[in-house]
């Protein structure tokens, strides 16, 4: 199985702030990478496919980059509706697997 | 628009059996693949199991394997999982999602149900 190794697990940032999130594959996905946000006791929003391309209605604060083993989603301006907990995902190999997740909390 | 709406969930004992389902709307149902993923209380996301656009394929995740059963009801635009022998690690809150593609295979998730919690304890 791919492992999906998400850092960091947790941070706190201000509003306003930009923020990078990193997600590393056991081994190379190409860009089958995809990202999802989640606020308490809610289902998890799907963000970003394609490593890099902004699912509809999106908006652009987010993005995304990488290939291979090595994918960042960075958020350019930190908002309060985006304090919210991150996960990446690979989907070129059955089992899919996700990251760990990343908290990002009001500083 | 797109609604993926679960239903079935509730308190079951350890070694019982439960179906899950999964009513879809706003998009041709039978053209997509669905997966189930479950999220365990306070945990991280795990896939469970995924069903191509005519049932005819599935594939599970190890920790289910031979316990659940996907399955789908085209003519219904629903989804099902059945689950048999239940342990109380299966306790999660299980969703519903839909494949972006008609392909099965390296397809993301572009839209998820809201969940229904399943219990498992005595």
């Known amino acids: 199985d791919i492992q999906m190794t998400q850092s960091p697990s947790s941070l706190s940032a201000s509003v306003g702030d930009r923020v990078t999130i990193t997600c590393r594959a056991s081994?190379?996905?190409?860009?089958?990478l995809a990202w999802f946000q989640q606020k308490p006791g809610k289902a998890p929003k799907s963000l970003i496919y394609?490593?890099?391309s902004l699912q509809s209605g999106v908006p652009s604060k987010f993005s995304g980059s990488g290939s291979g083993t090595d994918f960042t989603l960075t958020i350019s301006s930190l908002q309060p509706e985006d304090f919210a907990t991150y996960y990446c995902?690979?989907?070129?190999?059955?089992?899919?697997?996700f990251g760990g997740g990343t908290r990002v909390e009001i500083k | 628009e797109v609604q993926l709406l679960e239903s079935g969930g509730g308190l079951v004992q350890p070694g019982g059996s439960l179906r899950l389902s999964c009513a879809a709307s706003?998009?041709?149902?039978?053209?997509?693949?669905m997966s189930w993923v479950r999220q365990a209380p306070g945990e991280g996301l795990e896939w469970v199991s995924v069903?191509?656009?005519?049932?005819?394929?599935?594939y599970y995740a190890d920790s289910v394997k031979g316990r659940f059963t996907i399955s789908r009801d085209n003519s219904r635009n629903t989804l099902f999982l059945q689950m048999n022998s239940l342990r109380a690690e299966d306790t999660a809150v299980y969703y519903c999602?839909?494949?972006?593609?008609?392909?099965?295979?390296?397809?993301?998730?572009?839209?998820w149900g809201q969940g229904t919690l399943v219990t498992v304890s005595s």
């Open positions: 999602a839909k494949g972006s593609s008609s392909s099965w295979f390296q397809t993301d998730f572009d839209y």
């Open positions: 706003g998009f041709t149902f039978s053209r997509y693949a």
């Open positions: 069903i191509i656009g005519s049932g005819d394929t599935t």
């Open positions: 081994q190379g996905i190409s860009n089958y």
């Open positions: 394609g490593a890099s």
């Open positions: 995902q690979q989907y070129n190999t059955y089992p899919l697997t």
